[in-house]
């Protein structure tokens, strides 16, 4: 990062859009200085912040930030002196906003090899490529155009990774994953571990050898010490623009559809389907085999046992308990609205005799 950035509000405007608007205390908004981005609470004058819950929005009149980033809704609440940004959505806004800074105050990594670095006379590296300290890239691996290898990670045989995509420090990249372009894996990441697949022998168990492998789309970003799984047979395939939070672990044959997101340590058993565009929040436990359709939201810590057909809002959970127990139990419990209201309309009928 660099400490001692700052731009004029009249770049960031032309860089990223939006309205600015001031009383006539400030007659040159645009002219206003930006060292950095924070929240409203602790701003000064040379900070710029955003407004996207109205539950925030009386800190509008007390904030000391520079500017503020706000809706139309909004811009009338905006302080005397300070600067607003009027755009359609502030909260979008802010996420380019920050994009747009780290560009241009993180150094980019060093192109070339690490002389640390084991790299097989074979491996295909692109223009620009970037390997870091002790990381070794196995034969037959391929590597796009900007790619970074971050220090200590393993990229494995015959290994594909796309153009631009980073691989923070101590990844892993197991035979058989292909990765897209823009992706971004963060530390202790491992693709293509081995699935859990055993079968029962006489009170033992019996290594089912996982054969396929790990397909990863476009702009995908996966967090820290996440894990997914080859697939047994066929390969384990998560969409393009799918982001996953750190702690998750994703089962063999596992398939995400494109744009889903999921919450840290989330777990996703075997061969279950996921559609596009679905919410999954932190601490759900989806069994396998399952089908869960496009535009599902599940909320935290819920557990879903069977599949979710239909897109919409899902919740819930379910003390373990005896399995015998438990089913009759579940199926009570399924059925308790339309006994309330049979119970309603016996005291109605007993009211009226």
Request: contains cysteine; neutral net charge.
């Amino acid at each position: 990062m660099n400490p001692n950035f700052s731009v004029r509000l009249h770049e960031l405007q032309a860089g990223l859009g939006g309205e600015l608007v001031a009383d006539a205390s400030v007659p040159e908004p645009g002219e206003r200085l930006i060292r950095r981005i924070g929240p409203l609470q602790g701003a000064d004058a040379g900070t710029i912040s955003f407004l996207a819950n109205p539950r925030y929005r009386a800190q509008l009149a007390d904030t000391d930030a520079g500017c503020v980033i706000v809706s139309e809704a909004a811009r009338e609440a905006v302080r005397p002196g300070c600067v607003a940004l009027v755009v359609p959505d502030p909260y979008l806004h802010f996420a380019r906003l920050t994009q747009w800074w780290a560009a241009r105050t993180r150094a980019p990594a060093a192109a070339g090899v690490h002389p640390s670095a084991v790299v097989a006379p074979d491996a295909v590296l692109g223009e620009g490529v970037s390997i870091g300290a002790q990381a070794v890239v196995e034969s037959g691996a391929v590597l796009g155009e900007g790619v970074v290898v971050g220090a200590l990670g393993f990229v494995g045989a015959g290994v594909v990774v796309g153009a631009r995509t980073r691989l923070a420090p101590r990844v892993t990249l197991m035979p058989g994953t292909r990765l897209g372009t823009d992706c971004l894996l963060h530390s202790g990441v491992v693709l293509g571990a081995d699935g859990f697949g055993f079968a029962p022998n006489q009170g033992a168990w019996e290594k089912i050898e996982q054969l396929g492998g790990v397909v990863i789309g476009d702009r995908v970003e996966i967090g820290a010490n996440t894990c997914i799984d080859r697939g047994a047979l066929d390969d384990t395939v998560i969409g393009e623009g799918v982001k996953l939070d750190n702690l998750i672990q994703i089962g063999h044959n596992v398939r995400i559809g494109e744009h889903t997101a999921m919450a840290g340590c989330t777990g996703v058993a075997g061969s279950t389907r996921i559609g596009r565009r679905c919410a999954i929040g932190g601490g759900a436990n989806i069994i396998g085999h399952l089908e869960i359709a496009d535009g599902v939201t599940v909320s935290a810590t819920s557990v879903v046992t069977h599949s979710l057909r239909k897109p919409g809002h899902y919740s819930g959970i379910f003390p373990i308990d005896d399995n015998a127990s438990w089913e009759k139990n579940a199926a009570t419990l399924r059925q308790l609205h339309t006994l309330r209201e049979r119970i309603r309309a016996l005291e109605k009928q007993s009211k009226t005799s």
